[in-house]
């Protein structure tokens, strides 16, 4: 998925044609001139993160990391929300593993993109299977059915057409106008919402079940998430969701998604509150030809959250 897919005109229309003359050149192959030409446009529009961001992407392609992560700086810098997702790229390049959080406007701008075609391209092209393992890991789990359920990050909606039969109520969930729209058109959600699931703070919802496909990649440190979902189950309701399996608690990855150790996951469920949990290897999707290992986790809520503060480190149990 590539954000920058999408036309970013820089309002200079100098600078824009030979923005125009550089993707010419860099389609043909001669990516060291449309370089020089990129970058003899940003002499005109130094404030243009998404010239930067192309920019950084060339220089990489064409070996040149260190420039690229220079590129990808000032792109940053252009667009302080870093809705491009270049602070991501310029980890990867500088090699900076640490990185436990990904800009949430990067990510609503990313599906919003996405959102037309998701569907085709994850499900026919990737083999995406997260709603159905998640469910055969309920199963294997005892679920049959919820009064209440919520599918965060519900995105397209394909976590909810496989819930709908199972649940009385559904809710989603998700960050991205365009992935709800599409979500809504399928007509199986009790309610819709606009919300980013890394800023939910503790209210008065509570749910028998909450799933997560494919959605904890695209947060990074589950701290706080989790501590909220614990906060939002009824005693004894479940939470299911899959993580890509790494081998480091979080990781940040070329695809610009996290991974996430069993260890970090048993350890955080734990921390939580969380009594019987289940972790079982799967493969969620294909990247580029090649199986992606990953987690599907369920969980059950033994006890109910009163509180919840900060990062998440600090929910009070009963």
Same mark, same amino acid.
């Given at each position: 998925m590539n954000v920058v897919a999408r036309p970013f005109p820089s309002g200079d229309p100098a600078a824009d044609r030979r923005v125009e003359f550089a993707e010419t050149m860099a389609q043909d192959g001669d990516l060291d001139a449309a370089i020089e030409v990129l970058t003899g446009a940003m002499a005109l529009v130094p404030d243009w993160a998404a010239g930067w961001y192309r920019l950084g992407e060339w220089l990489e392609q064409a070996g040149r990391r260190e420039l690229a992560a220079v590129a990808w700086q000032k792109a940053m810098a252009a667009d302080p929300a870093d809705r491009l997702g270049a602070g991501l790229r310029w980890a990867l390049a500088r090699e900076v593993r640490t990185v436990e959080t990904m800009p949430s406007s990067f990510v609503e701008l990313l599906f919003d993109d996405y959102a037309p075609r998701f569907d085709t391209a994850l499900v026919d092209r990737l083999n995406y299977r997260g709603p159905w393992l998640l469910m055969e890991a309920l199963g294997r789990a005892g679920f049959r059915r919820?009064? *209440?359920a919520l599918?965060?990050?519900?995105?397209? =909606?394909?976590? =909810?057409? #496989?819930? *709908?039969?199972?649940? =009385?109520?559904l809710e989603g969930w998700d960050i991205s106008a365009g992935m709800l729209a599409e979500a809504k058109a399928k007509g199986v959600y009790d309610q819709l919402d606009k919300r980013d699931i890394t800023e939910l703070e503790l209210g008065a919802e509570r749910f028998d079940l909450i799933a997560a496909a494919d959605v904890f990649m695209y947060v990074g440190a589950l701290e706080r998430v989790v501590?909220?979902?614990? =906060?939002s189950l009824a005693p004894g309701g479940r939470l299911a969701f899959t993580v890509e399996r790494g081998t480091q608690p979080v990781e940040l990855r070329e695809t610009r998604r996290f991974a996430h150790s069993p260890d970090y996951i048993r350890a955080l469920m734990a921390d939580a509150g969380f009594g019987a949990v289940s972790l079982?290897?799967? #493969? #969620? *999707?294909?990247?580029r030809g090649t199986d992606v290992a990953a987690l599907c986790v369920v969980a059950e809520a033994q006890m109910a959250a009163r509180d919840l503060e900060g990062d998440g480190d600090t929910a009070a149990l009963v």
């Open positions: 919820a009064g *209440r599918d965060l990050g519900c995105g397209t =909606g394909l976590m =909810g057409e #496989v819930l *709908r039969g199972s649940v =009385g109520w501590a909220w979902c614990a =906060g079982s290897d799967c #493969v #969620v *999707r294909q990247d």
